[in-house]
Nanobody, 119 residues
Framework: QVQLQESGPGLVKPSQTLSLTCTVSGGSITTSYFYWTWIRQSPGKGLEWMGHISYEGSNYYSPSLKSRTSISRDTSKNQFSLQLSSVTPEDTAVYYC???????????WGQGTQVTVSS
């Protein structure tokens, strides 16, 4: 059974870069045909899909966040990471990593990590 765990700072200052890592166990991030995804939920709002990195290492980002978002991976550590630049208080949210198969729903989630943007 695959498990995901987010890690990273819980507090980031405005204009800085938010960096989070998702460590995956019980399955490889290079296994076909899965997409390793970052999703967030801001206070009082619904879930927002931010982007993913595929089993092949290709990326796709939300158009609204594309200019500020980068998702990378370290296959030797079975991890994938999120970087969100130029953050503002509106980027305060619970950030989740998740796995999605082709043509399926998200079938594995991390527990989520709270990130607050504040000076």
């Amino acid at each position: 059974q695959v498990q995901l765990q987010e890690s990273g700072p819980g507090l980031v200052k405005p204009s800085q870069t938010l960096s989070l890592t998702c460590t995956v166990s019980g399955g490889s991030i290079t296994t076909s045909y899965f997409y390793w995804t970052w999703i967030r939920q801001s206070p009082g709002k619904g879930l927002e899909w931010m982007g993913h990195i595929s089993y092949e290492g290709s990326n796709y980002y939300s158009p609204s966040l594309k200019s500020r978002t980068s998702i990378s991976r370290d296959t030797s550590k079975n991890q994938f990471s999120l970087q969100l630049s130029s953050v503002t208080p509106e980027d305060t949210a619970v950030y989740y990593c998740a796995r999605k198969g082709v043509g399926t729903l998200f079938d594995a989630w991390g527990q989520g990590t709270q990130v607050t943007v504040s000076s």
